[in-house]
């Protein structure tokens, strides 16, 4: 997931992979993106140098999220650094996710900016519920959860969806979607093939 225009900060923390090379952002069309991803079965180190490739591809591209189908690799992963509605960050990397979202009562739609780093340079209103719980398992395969209000919350449930097939595109009224076709239309110049891996 792109997040909209604000002063990002880079510099990688936390229990993220390090030393991972920038890849190339493979774009919504790209049929990968578009199926449900293969499950993760083996916690080796390819699994690990893996993500640590979507984690230098995310920073390298000013991202908040990314998930493995983004730089073109059929595996249920993602990786965030991401802030919720209080400013905090959460750093994470999710194998198989599924997402836990409020019902009922409890559920409320947040209507805010939302961004795809696979459609860069737009961004558009889309309606998510404000909180939700990700349920995964980390790279050495034990079991982890995430929750978050904010961006955060959008974010896991942004790239759940990467991990299911689903490009939040899909998620958007007609109306929106052209929107959003029109503003990524006159941003993508900026955005030549091979962004953002520099060679
Ligand atoms: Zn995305």
């Given amino acids: ?4 225009p604000a002063p990002p900060e880079h510099a990688p923390y936390g229990p993220l992979p390090e030393g991972g090379r920038v890849r190339p ?11 449900p991803q293969a499950r993760v079965e083996h916690f080796d180190e390819e699994l690990r140098q893996l993500v640590a490739d979507m984690v230098a591809t995310m920073y390298a591209a000013d991202g908040v999220g990314l998930a493995a189908c983004q730089i073109g690799v059929d595996l249920a992963v993602f990786v965030f650094d991401c802030p919720d509605a209080s400013g905090e960050r959460t750093v994470g990397v999710v194998c198989n996710p599924d997402v836990d979202l409020p019902e009922g009562k409890d559920r409320h739609l947040d209507v805010d900016d939302e961004g795809c780093l696979s459609f860069p340079g737009a961004f558009v209103d889309c309606a998510r519920p404000d909180f939700a719980t990700v349920h ?8 982890v959860t995430f929750s978050g209000d904010g961006l955060l919350a959008r974010c896991l449930q942004h790239e759940t969806d990467h991990t299911l097939g689903t490009v939040f595109g899909d998620r958007l009224p007609t109306k929106a979607r052209k929107k959003l076709q029109k503003a990524h239309d006159k941003a993508v110049a900026d955005y030549p093939d091979g962004w953002p891996a520099t060679s």
């Fill in 1 to 4: 997931m792109s997040a909209p």
């Fill in 25 to 35: 952002m493979t774009r919504w069309g790209t049929p990968v993106m578009h199926r």
């Fill in 136 to 143: 995964g398992v980390g790279l050495d395969g034990e079991p």
